[in-house]
């Protein structure tokens, strides 16, 4: 059974400890954000998370929104514009997903249905859509399927997205791209050789 550690964000499987999908990425993510400040990244890592937990409490009807900080109430309303708007059902919020198969874990954001289709989204509250979403959400989109083995979801189509939410709108962004999963498992194959030196 795959245990998480939530103060030092480690997944075990059998006492092993498995890379996260992020982990794995991290090399390609690093890439993609070379020319920004550290700070800023730390910053904007806080923001995100906090928006995260918005969602996740508010699927749960747990939100205070007496409480939400003024940065993160126009998150809030793109949020649920996007719920209002695009018909979006979730089944499963902050999901932790693994593969023992290929020896990694994760959380998903969101899966459910989007018009009338299975769909795994990430949300994204960076700039801009970051280029790994493609392969990250091809990560978790493996794990899934593995990790429910038994799940109706698995004789049907899973279509990938990032839900990029800014303070002034929400836009979701398609990943079909085929080679997002090589890519992923190409970087997993290469963290997992790092780790064996």
Known sequence: MIHFEAASHTYTLGGLR???????LRPLIDAEYRGVAKDVMERAATLGKA???LIELDLLNELDEDGLSDALRPYLAQWRAFRTLSGFEPILSEQIVYSARYGYAGTLDLFGRLNGRLALIDAKRTAQVP?????QTAGYQLALCESSPSAPWLAEPIDRYALHLTPDRWRLVPFKDAADQRVFLSALTLHQWSKAA
């Not at 498995?18 to 794995?24: D, H």
Request: glycine share 6%; net charge positive; aromatic share 0%.
């Open 18 to 24: 498995l890379p996260s999908v992020t982990e794995v």
């Open 51 to 53: 928006v995260h937990k």
């Open 131 to 135: 280029r790994t979403a493609g392969p």
